[in-house]
């Protein structure tokens, strides 16, 4: 989403810019305060594209160590030995893959995009403080990534055990997004607020709220020194407050004007047919009419920004329902008849389903958000597993669960239950962990029992798994269309549901959709852990990008097995060799792969994710040790009894027809009640 270019300025308005808050020295010392984090945050871009980083982790000993030896002389020759070699090798694989000229496209795309936005933002904060051009661009060149401690360190994956929701999450928060130095940080808390929240602001008056804005306002809060909390509500404030400006404001005459506007300057610049639609809007001047600043004044009271002082920051968005529509989704591409009918005859059931609210009426202003969330299951026992995992998201987000394929998951979920719970899989898995799981993969070494009830799970897996990568495209397609709005979009998902997002992540790259996606979080992917992909995906999540795996998932081996495995399992190891990929082993947790989704908050709170309901992932864990009891006695009943693999494997395909057929005539018979 590359940012407008060549919009009119217009004058500042003496009562809008920051001379209330800020002295001269501090505005000037703000414009360098942006000017320092893009700068770190562009390091971390092209970090992300460099051969010689590796997340191979090195002996403690070894990490000061300089690259000669001081034991051997420089004159003798020095053969390389086998971890040198190896080394060596993989250096040049990962040169090998960087210097490609799709991968070079994609990096050059990335810092086209990314600079875009830079300039416009460094230019909206010079506009604001009345700053000449020539002091932004002194302060842009002064920019240094020096001024943020520890830039150089290698990514560690941030692991928190208990509640995020406070303490914990601001921890979080200096970990990952490191403070910058700079002298606001001594400024009273209250201004130290007062500043984060015009920030705020100013990013929403470039008329969306890309992925980076909101990489940056976290990395503003961390170097002011203010709470993770103090964002989230702010954020929820001002969804709140535009919403209810809007309905103030002007509609159709400015919704012609802007569409007029629209055929000249398109903020997307998309390879996509479907793209055109949108209600795509320019960054413009004006003042705020007396009635919307004062609507917006009164809902943003609370802030502590006054009504003119507000508007003014908020520039267009202060004057137009239609901006503000856009902005959330209101306006604009939706998932159009003709799109969904382009993917019909493969993929079946797309639909965003909010946790709040219905999805069969308008949603309503108390339930909207500035960030949108989508949790995707991976597979279906019962219709509720949709939304069910999902539940243990917060309400700092707008949260929806991605209903897709219905039919095919829940033969999956159905053929999956079946085998785990059968006698030949309480033999295979004994062997299975006698050789390892890897071992089991790599050498082709499955019990003969498990192979004869492969049938049951391989092909409702395949089907699901070809389904998952087309859903993928649908979800890219909704996303630059602007289904969700403006808005920064965080993806979970876990087993296809990952994989779903996978594919999606892949797209987005491929149409260079930079920007759409502040976090991605990946839990038991049945994809390639090959670092090609991985950084490929990079280039798209401006903020977290998350590998969950655990290698107790002998389920996902076994069904992954005819996959490219050479090119590694996600869900089974580390993402290995990108720069701001976080790994997460959660293999104490994870002893299968059908716990995944009574673990997502669990997960979730264990990687430190900012927004998380702790009471239903209390119920999580309660529903989960109820399943584990009964599958114990389950188990006692079996063990002893001799059964042929053949004659469960039938048994077991007429269970799942049963369960798949009962669980889609309660969905026929749901939709039959709403009528649609």
Known sequence: MAPPDGKAESAPDPEADLNAILSTEEQ?????LIANITEIMRKHLTDTFDASITSANKPQQARHMTDKNPNIEDSKPHKETGDEEKAR????????????????????????????????????????????????????????????????????????????????ADAALIELYRPTSTALVSLPKDRRMLLLHAMLLLLLSLEHY??????????????????????????????????????????????????????VARRWKVGLAGVAGAAIIGVTGGLAAPLVAGAIGTIMGGLGLGATTAAGLLGALAESGVIVGSLFGAYGGRMTGKMMDAYAKEVEDFAFLPLKGSRHHEPKPEDRRLRVTVGISGWLTQKEDIITPWRALGRQSEVFALRWELEALTKLGSSMESVVRSAAWAVAKKEIIARTIFASLMEALWPIALLKVSKVVDNPFSVAKNRADKAGLILADALINKAQGERPVTLIGYSLGARLIYSCLMS????????????????????PSDAADWRTMRSVVAGRLINVYSENDYILAFLY????????????????????????????????????????????????????????????????????????KEEEKKRGVEIDPEAEAAEMEVEVKKKTAQTLMERAAEKLHLGK
Request: charged share 30%; net charge negative.
């Open 28 to 32: 000037v010392e703000l414009a360098l």
């Open 89 to 168: 090798k993989l250096r040049e694989r990962r040169e090998k893959e960087l210097s490609a000229p799709k991968m070079l496209e994609l990096k050059n795309a990335y810092l086209d995009f990314f600079d875009n936005w830079r300039n416009s933002v460094i230019s909206r904060v010079g506009a604001v403080v009345n700053s000449p051009k020539e002091v932004v661009t002194e302060q842009k060149e002064k920019a240094t990534i020096a001024a943020t401690a520890d830039s150089s360190a290698p990514a560690e994956p941030k692991v928190i055990r208990s509640n995020t929701n406070i303490e914990e």
């Open 210 to 263: 890309v992925a980076h804005s909101r990489v940056l306002l976290l990395h503003i809060s961390s170097s002011l020194h203010l709470p993770l909390h103090i964002l989230t509500e702010d954020e929820v404030k001002v969804a709140q407050g535009l919403l209810e400006a809007a309905k103030h404001m002007s509609g159709t005459e400015e919704a012609d004007k802007r569409t007029e506007e629209n055929k």
């Open 508 to 527: 987005l790259a491929e149409r260079r959709a930079f920007g759409l996606v502040e976090s991605a979080v990946l839990i038991g992917t049945p994809a």
């Open 561 to 632: 097995r005819t996959s490219a495995i050479q090119y590694g399992v996600a869900g089974l190891q580390e993402a290995q060799d990108v720069k701001g990929i976080e790994n997460v082993d959660v293999s104490e947790m994870v002893s299968g792969h059908l716990r995944y989704q009574y673990l997502v908050g669990s997960i979730l709170e264990k990687i430190g994710f900012e927004d998380i309901d702790v009471e239903e992932v209390a119920r999580e864990e309660e529903t989960l040790a109820l399943l584990e009891e009964h599958e114990r």
